[in-house]
């Protein structure tokens, strides 16, 4: 009999007289002791319907707003399936992530209303349970969504649902700067309060995909927890967690467990063919979209809560601002269009198709690094990046503009109309560049 773990991991990551060095330390002592036996192999086939997020209050950011983190992972399939909707068909009106096949708007995956409430949330599969149906995990976002004005509406009304049948761990934040993650499962829910500084010393918190207050070796996504507490920590301590560096979190390439760092592994040019696995990093196979939500001020209006999306995995999509608006609108490259599909999510499927271009078994575990970066800067990673400067250059001009004269619905949805005309003719030059078309 082995034993995984010397102590209990939740200790370590709330002592706040503990380095963050030296909590990654303690979570690769774990790591290696899952590696040894052949239940992690069981538990890991699981670790596609996995996320990673991070909860961080106004003590943590540069500028003093809130703010949410999350890399979405699904099924392989979910990078075409998804969109991002408005929906007001309860008491706040939300704008959010979306099954495109779903008849009915039952789940929502991450998103935030009209009062500047917001939510994320990750698979904790140490506090599943078997009851209650009813409070699935996208179940309860929506209606979080569609009732809550605060973090402690949210816990009331969490009371009125336990037990949960899924566990999971739902980030929030408000307009009055409160954030905080909600550990949800079998038998009820437990807080965690990012302003509290004995639960959160510097402010934020993260979580992969078990729970502080459940059995991390039931749970899975440790290497994906080292990394991203390495970056919010790297983050805090240069000037506070914003909201570029969080996006930068969703395109990392760098592994928490290995280090393996693949910028540093870049192959000459496209040509030189280097397959590389790539399994564990932040953004993975099964990563279906991203998203960083800037939450606001206090004295600020709620509805300048901003959605900084991916619709679709990181490394192929470009990042969009998103605000809820009078007009009910969003951009058409992230919603359904004519044919009942997601212009975004069809050029997602076509670009990871071409970046994992191994097929077969278990092949999809290997991402030909040479299309994604590369010394001649051609890869798909690459221009991308170069395709979104304006995207987010226009977003902050317009944020800031907001701030400081108020809300104009007409630039907004002006600025919408733009992207989607800008993504999509850039789209279809990077297609042409590596012979590439969308997916029909």
């Known amino acids: 009999m082995i ?34 036996i052949p239940m992690f192999f069981a538990i890991h086939a699981t670790d596609g319907l996995s996320c990673t997020t991070v909860v961080a209050s106004g003590k943590a950011t540069v500028d003093g707003r809130p703010l949410l983190f999350k890399t979405a992972d699904g099924s392989a399939d979910s990078l075409r399936t998804n969109i991002y909707i408005y929906n007001h068909s309860g008491k706040y009106a939300y704008i959010g992530c979306a099954r495109l096949n779903f008849p009915t708007v039952n789940s929502i995956f991450y998103g935030q209303n009209e009062k500047g409430f917001a939510m994320v949330n990750n698979t904790a599969h140490d506090l599943d349970g078997t009851t209650n149906p009813n409070a699935a995990k ?58 509290d500084p004995k639960v959160a010393p510097n402010g934020y918190l993260v979580r992969t995909n078990w729970a502080m207050s459940g059995n991390v070796n039931k749970g899975t996504g440790v290497s994906r927890f080292m990394m991203i507490s390495k970056l919010a920590e790297q983050a805090f301590a240069s000037g506070g967690i ?20 693949l910028l540093k592994k870049m192959p000459k040019n496209e040509q030189h063919e280097t397959p590389i696995h790539f399994t564990d990093f932040i953004p993975r196979y099964t990563t279906g979209g991203m998203v960083v939500i800037q939450g606001v001020l206090k004295e600020e209006n709620p509805l300048l809560t901003t959605s900084w999306l991916a619709m679709g995995n990181p490394l192929v999509t470009p990042v969009i601002p998103l605000w809820i608006t009078t007009g009910k609108k969003l951009p058409n490259y992230v919603g359904k269009d004519c044919n009942g599909k997601c212009p975004m999510g069809e050029w997602a499927m076509t670009l990871k198709d071409y970046i ?47 701030r400081e004269k108020g809300l104009n619905y007409d630039d907004i949805h002006e600025f919408y109309q733009w992207v989607d005309m800008y993504v999509d003719s850039h789209y279809k030059e990077l297609g042409k560049t590596h012979n590439l078309e969308k997916r029909k």
């Open 138 to 195: 996208g179940n309860i976002i929506r209606l979080g969504l569609e009732n809550c004005a605060t973090v402690e509406e949210f816990e009331q009304m969490l009371q009125t649902i336990k037990p949960f049948v899924y566990g999971s761990n739902y980030g929030c934040i408000d307009a009055m700067g409160n954030a905080a993650y909600f550990e949800c499962g079998k038998d009820g829910y437990k807080k965690y309060d990012a302003n």
């Open 3 to 36: 034993c995984l773990i010397s102590h209990d991991p939740r200790n370590t990551y709330n002592n706040p007289t503990m380095t963050m060095t030296k909590k990654i330390q303690t979570y690769k002592h774990l790591v290696y002791g899952w590696l040894m």
């Open 356 to 402: 994992w271009e191994y097929k077969g078994g278990e092949c999809y575990n290997y991402i030909a690094l040479n299309r994604l970066v590369n010394k001649k800067h051609t890869g798909i990673l690459q221009q991308l990046l170069r395709m979104e400067e304006p995207i987010l250059a226009k977003g902050r001009k317009l944020l800031e503009t907001s």
């Open 242 to 261: 914003s909201v570029s560096r969080a996006i930068s979190w969703g395109r990392c390439l760098q592994h928490g467990l290995t280090h393996t760092n």
